[in-house]
């Protein structure tokens, strides 16, 4: 193998979705993949992604490969890490700037799947590409810790939600179930949402409330927000 | 100017050292900086940093830029983010990825200084290369951020420390003068410090109570976590 000259450099985003898994039986964390279809890892499962254009920021190009492999437009994709270990890809040098998006489900349902775009659990995930679920496994990680302290939940949910759909997002993230009164009572102590003063349509006897994030009460904590 | 044909990268490295002003002055918030030989912008300030070796991983290109130019070798190196506008560098295409380092005292002091090393506070920085004062107004601001939910301080201190100590860190990253007896209760309150039994030496009467980080209720909440 030859010594590499040069260093090259690509984008890949790690996706989280929360798809439903079928009727009345909650919901899932779910990764988009794509299929390689060429050399090296020919066949394999990778996050999506490529080289940057000469004149793309690297946000640009993230989110333009996320449009050509998955048909993603995601609304929030940040910046999460860059991965530079000198063997991470076969005989070539390449430093992956990757970036995270979290789609809400009205988004998902736009995305791309067939034979080569798939949608994976975390129970599921075959050996990737390249490092990519040394990736994946680091971008869970970040999502747990970004959930207990942040209001990232928010990026999984439409602008208004009932306090159920906000509890099966931590479930989903988390991998718990969480006891309903112990989480209204944990939300309701954190002051971050309100009530919107409505209540979700439905053909049941008693409608559930609709909350909103607190906007007013919102911190600049968040560590990945970009320059 | 040609079109770039390739995109290169660096690695150029933040730091932050907390250093005196000399005697009962207190202490300002100061980053190294090093005076380009070369064009582009030779003769400017700029922040430590070069290519990357192609056997290095990044931070391995961090540490060894940073020991040639500045003679540290922080204990606290974290990546902090990726820059990559595509008119970032005068007819090239350079992403560069950004680390951080917070400096003890003690390490600040085996520090080169001289012609082509100097120690800035925020107010005297001159317009620097490339982008770079954008870059070092992020990372404080990612360091303020930092400052009010984590135990970030800690890397400018050594194990044991007085309050007084502690807040002189908050004043001088904060640019605030911050109340004793407050700041006292606020610390006490968060019980992210105990006292150690131990007080600091000295000719006093009243030698002040030495404290440690409190590793018991330490939690993984620091999202710049490497993976």
Do not use: C
């Amino acid at each position: 193998m030859a010594v590499p000259e040069s260093v090259s450099i690509a984008v890949s985003t790690v996706i989280f979705a929360l798809r439903s898994d079928g009727d009345d039986a909650g919901a899932s964390l779910r990764v988009p993949l794509v299929r390689r279809i060429r050399e090296p890892f020919k066949g394999k499962w990778a996050l999506p992604g490529g080289p940057i254009g000469s004149r793309e920021s690297l946000v640009e190009a993230a989110r333009r490969s996320l449009l050509e492999t998955t048909r993603l437009t995601p609304t929030y994709l940040e910046q999460l890490y860059a991965f530079g270990e000198a063997d991470r890809a076969p005989g070539d040098r390449v430093v992956s700037i990757v970036y995270w998006a979290l789609v809400r489900p009205d988004e998902a349902e736009r995305a791309a799947e067939g034979e080569n775009v798939r949608w994976f659990t975390e129970e599921e995930l075959p050996t990737l590409a390249f490092d990519h679920n040394r990736i994946v496994a680091y971008a869970l990680r970040r999502l747990r810790t970004k959930m207990e302290y942040s209001r990232i939940a928010h990026a999984f949910l439409g602008s208004t939600f009932t306090l159920a759909e906000l509890r099966q997002v931590h479930e989903a993230v988390l991998q718990k179930q969480l006891d309903p009164a112990n989480f209204r009572r944990q939300i309701e102590g954190s002051h971050t949402v309100v009530p919107t003063g409505d209540v979700r349509a439905g053909g049941r006897n008693r409608p559930p409330r609709l909350y909103r994030y607190d906007t007013a009460a919102l911190r600049e904590s968040d560590p990945t927000t970009s320059p």
